[in-house]
């Protein structure tokens, strides 16, 4: 029971980071109706970044989380003015094209630049002890950050001016337009608000899983996954899916070998699309 506990703590707080992974994907979607496969080379950069920086500068990683935030933000902001905005209208192939060459882009680049040699960032803030549980401290504290992460992301979307133009683009953009929101500068924004989430995302990861440039793309998976459970275009659904994912990673591998899990994962996956699309928190448009 001991180990069973342990393993749901340990697996709750890994959820708190995919939470903050998934928000980044189903804001892009209910805002905008894109699906962003760009998202796990994203946070593949956010991972490196954090790993450059703490490399080049000695700083503190989650001092260098905030730059890969901001750097984050201005990245999603380019690749929907350059990749996104002449297709936002079209149908979703086009959307989903456009995302997906933004993928391999990231990816050729990563792949001539660091190669796919695993990276670690050599950080350690030591273990946290509750009797018979013993907790890593950088996760415990990347659990904390992702926790701020998304109150942080709730009182923008529900007490500022920028976040009721997100909503309200999101809900009908052409209403908006006529009340004087300039949606195109909020879906860049949006776009850029996704973006800085999975770059947060891959610093935080970053600082207890070693990495490589296509590491991404499992974590852009489990999105897809929290996403769904969470209900797609519901940020703060995302984060409950995030928890739910999070624990079953760690309990399924107490039960059955450890290559069960994608398996259970992706099974869950397409019973939430069969008995609840909408997902288990509700869709928002």
Aim: net charge positive; aromatic share 12%; glycine share 12%.
């Amino acid at each position: 029971m001991d180990f069973i506990l342990a393993s749901v703590i340990d697996g709750l707080l890994l959820g708190f980071v995919y939470g903050v992974a998934a928000m980044g994907l189903t804001l892009i979607w209910g805002v905008m109706n894109v699906i962003n496969l760009s998202h796990g080379p994203i946070i593949a950069l956010g991972m490196f970044g954090v790993y450059l920086i703490f490399g080049a500068f000695s700083l503190n990683p989650y001092v260098a989380i905030l730059i890969v935030a901001v750097l984050g933000l201005v990245l999603g902001v380019a690749i929907y003015y350059v990749a996104v905005q002449r297709v936002i209208n079209a149908p979703h192939l086009s959307t989903l094209l456009a995302t997906f060459s933004v993928n391999m882009i990231i990816i050729g680049l990563g792949t001539a630049i660091f190669s796919a040699s695993p990276r670690n960032v050599e950080f350690s803030l030591g273990s946290l002890t509750l009797g018979p549980i013993t907790l890593l401290g950088t996760r415990v504290v990347a659990a904390f950050a992702a926790m701020l992460v998304a109150g942080a992301l709730y009182l923008f979307l529900y007490r500022t001016r920028y976040g009721r133009y997100i909503r309200a683009v999101a809900n009908n953009r052409d209403a908006a337009e006529l009340m004087g929101v300039p949606s195109n500068r909020i879906l860049a924004l949006s776009f850029g608000l996704g973006t800085m989430l999975a770059a947060i995302a891959g610093g935080l990861i970053a600082t207890f899983f070693p990495f490589t440039i296509l590491a991404g793309g499992a974590y852009e998976l489990k999105s897809f996954v929290i996403g769904v459970l969470g209900g797609l275009g519901n940020p703060i659904g995302a984060l409950f899916g995030g928890l739910i994912l999070g624990v079953l990673e760690g309990i399924i591998p107490t039960f059955m070998p450890t290559t069960w899990v994608p398996v259970v994962e992706f099974l869950l996956f397409v019973l939430i699309l069969l008995v609840r699309p909408q997902g288990l928190f509700g869709a928002k448009s």
